[in-house]
């Protein structure tokens, strides 16, 4: 069989059961036997950092992936031998984005703006650039000020506003306008010689609507809330893309549809072929 697959999952509350809705029994196992079939290359796209990414495989004993797109799109490495490698195609393909300025200039770009605090240095990378921003601030008036001082040095960058809700703390992110989940995803896809009808994206979050949204075939994991999914059905819709977007639901070999059930179920939807390898019958 030639069929190929590049499996993009998302980790926290896609891949990793760690939200609230329980994980389906076997759930991460029967992922890790797909991921280790031939034919199938995995990839984990994930906010978080090289480090907050080797940990949680680590911790949920996750197979070791292919590649990495880490740091909000902003980082991609191939992963050989235990060793992970930064790409620097992609940044090249992202750090012409910032008009030549490195990350100590966008830095001083923002000098005076009380509400902005430098996140820690591991939060940090080439091209992304991290703060805490209080809740209270005006936000609105805060990421206006940014974006006029990005423009005026010709500096093409998207401001990423997230909330870390346990630390009850606002965070921002500067990045490179092309350092998007949705266009690493494509980039690697493209140097890796995949189609676009060979990858299947896996996300649960409203940061994952782009993908969600586009050409890419993707599965929203069922733990994902009523909200992101109505977004992701509307958008896709509008996009025109709605047959590239799966919700699961559940029922696939008995499992809940949450997490990397979820996954699985978005993988028998799009590619059957492989679940069939793991002895799965494609179900309705």
Same mark, same amino acid.
């Given at each position: 069989?030639?069929?190929? @697959?590049?499996?993009?999952?998302?980790?926290?509350?896609?891949?990793? *059961?760690?939200?609230?809705?329980?994980?389906?029994?076997?759930?991460?196992?029967?992922?890790?036997?797909?991921? #280790?079939?031939?034919?199938? +290359?995995?990839?984990?796209?994930?906010?978080?950092?090289?480090?907050?990414?080797?940990? #949680?495989?680590? =911790?949920?004993?996750?197979?070791?992936?292919?590649?990495?797109? +880490?740091?909000?799109? =902003?980082?991609?490495?191939?992963?050989?031998?235990?060793?992970?490698?930064?790409?620097?195609?992609?940044?090249?393909?992202?750090?012409?984005?910032?008009?030549?300025?490195?990350?100590?200039?966008?830095?001083?770009?923002?000098?005076?703006?009380?509400?902005?605090?430098?996140?820690?240095?591991?939060?940090?990378?080439?091209?992304?650039?991290?703060?805490?921003?209080?809740?209270?601030?005006?936000?609105? %008036?805060?990421?206006?000020?940014?974006?006029?001082?990005?423009?005026?040095?010709?500096?093409?960058?998207? @401001?990423?506003?997230?909330?870390?809700?346990?630390? #009850?703390?606002?965070? @921002?992110?500067?990045? *490179?306008?092309?350092?998007?989940?949705?266009?690493?995803?494509?980039?690697?896809?493209?140097? =890796?010689?995949?189609?676009?009808?060979?990858?299947?994206?896996?996300?649960?979050?409203?940061?994952?609507?782009?993908?969600?949204?586009?050409?890419? *075939?993707?599965?929203?994991?069922?733990?994902? =809330?009523?909200?992101?999914?109505?977004?992701?059905? #509307?958008?896709?819709?509008?996009?025109?893309?709605?047959? %590239?977007?799966?919700?699961?639901?559940?029922?696939?070999?008995?499992?809940?549809?949450?997490?990397?059930?979820?996954?699985?179920?978005?993988?028998?939807?799009?590619?059957?072929?492989? +679940?069939?390898? @793991?002895?799965?019958?494609?179900?309705?």
């Amino acid at each position: 069989m030639n069929e190929r @697959l590049l499996l993009c999952t998302d980790l926290d509350r896609t891949l990793l *059961p760690n939200g609230v809705q329980p994980e389906s029994p076997g759930a991460r196992e029967r992922f890790a036997a797909l991921a #280790a079939l031939p034919g199938v +290359t995995t990839v984990y796209v994930t906010g978080r950092h090289r480090e907050l990414a080797q940990s #949680a495989i680590a =911790s949920y004993n996750l197979p070791v992936p292919a590649y990495a797109i +880490t740091d909000v799109g =902003s980082k991609i490495y191939q992963v050989q031998n235990g060793g992970w490698q930064p790409w620097p195609d992609w940044e090249a393909e992202i750090g012409a984005d910032w008009a030549g300025i490195d990350h100590g200039g966008l830095r001083e770009l923002f000098r005076g703006l009380a509400d902005l605090q430098l996140q820690e240095r591991s939060k940090q990378n080439t091209h992304k650039l991290s703060f805490y921003v209080p809740l209270y601030a005006d936000r609105e %008036a805060l990421l206006a000020v940014m974006q006029a001082r990005l423009a005026e040095r010709g500096v093409r960058a998207s @401001l990423i506003w997230s909330v870390d809700e346990p630390a #009850a703390v606002g965070l @921002l992110d500067v990045l *490179p306008e092309r350092a998007t989940k949705l266009h690493a995803i494509e980039f690697l896809a493209a140097h =890796s010689g995949h189609g676009t009808g060979d990858i299947l994206f896996a996300g649960d979050s409203g940061n994952d609507l782009p993908v969600l949204a586009s050409p890419v *075939p993707s599965v929203l994991v069922a733990n994902a =809330s009523d909200e992101v999914k109505e977004a992701a059905l #509307a958008q896709a819709a509008a996009a025109g893309n709605a047959d %590239a977007l799966y919700i699961a639901h559940g029922g696939f070999l008995g499992m809940n549809g949450n997490y990397s059930a979820g996954i699985l179920e978005g993988v028998n939807h799009f590619h059957p072929a492989f +679940t069939a390898r @793991l002895g799965a019958e494609k179900t309705a």
